[in-house]
């Protein structure tokens, strides 16, 4: 159950949202409910299918508004969460958030994710690290895989079924030192869209070689 101030929190968080939505092109869903269900519900569905409570940070990919990592800090303060996006106008308003909602341990780093995974302090070191709706998974898993510590889990948060993806992606997951442990399936409850979660668990560090230069991820996907 949420405490009165975490619901607080996420109503704050949903008037920022819309607030800042004026100004910048955050989001394209607005209304209320439909924010708390496919942004806010959405993004805490992780934590039906990894133990968050046994995790002490996490690292999210891509960010944008904030999804899924702030819903998540929301409902586990414990955590210790880094942020990454590429675009300055997104980290200013995630970091007036953090500030307006009083998060604490929450680093909002702007940057390229190919670039940031290079520095020691970010490299192999988290225990969870997560992107929703980012990118193909064979690109994903080499903007977020070297992020994961040894044992760590990359969870990358989908739309409809990535069978297909999961199968272009059997080369970087290899190549990343990843392997698939369960791909879980639900649908929202009110619009019941279809929502799947990919699982790698890192089974070893990051190779010197990646990630490759800023871009390139992109280009010239693993294959």
């Known amino acids: 159950m949420l405490t009165e101030e975490q619901l607080n929190q996420f109503e704050q968080y949903y008037k920022l949202l819309v607030e800042w939505n004026e100004r910048m092109n955050l989001t394209g869903i607005t209304e209320r409910e439909a924010v708390y269900e496919k942004h806010f519900y959405d993004s805490v569905s992780l934590s039906f299918y990894v133990d968050i409570n046994g995790a002490s940070s996490i690292a999210d990919i891509g960010s944008g508004a904030g999804f899924p990592s702030l819903p998540i800090k929301i409902c586990f303060p414990h955590l210790k969460v880094t942020i990454v996006d590429s675009l300055n106008k997104r980290i200013a308003f ?9 998060l604490q341990n929450v680093t ?3 940057g390229r994710a190919e670039d940031i995974a290079r520095l020691p302090e970010h490299r192999d070191q988290y225990d969870l690290v997560t992107a929703r709706a980012v990118a193909k998974l064979n690109v994903l898993n080499e903007f977020c895989l070297p992020f994961a510590r040894k044992g760590g889990t990359f969870a990358a948060m989908k739309g409809g079924d990535p069978s297909e993806e999961l199968h272009e992606a059997a080369t970087s997951m290899r190549e990343l030192r990843a392997k698939r442990i369960g791909v879980e399936a639900m649908q929202l409850p009110w619009e019941q869209s279809e929502r799947h979660i990919v699982l790698l668990q890192k089974t070893d560090q990051t190779p010197k070689k990646y990630p490759r230069k800023a871009g390139t991820p992109l280009k010239q996907p693993i294959v």
Do not use: K
């Open 94 to 102: 995630l970091q007036h958030v953090v500030s307006e909602l009083g």
């Open 108 to 110: 909002c780093l702007h």
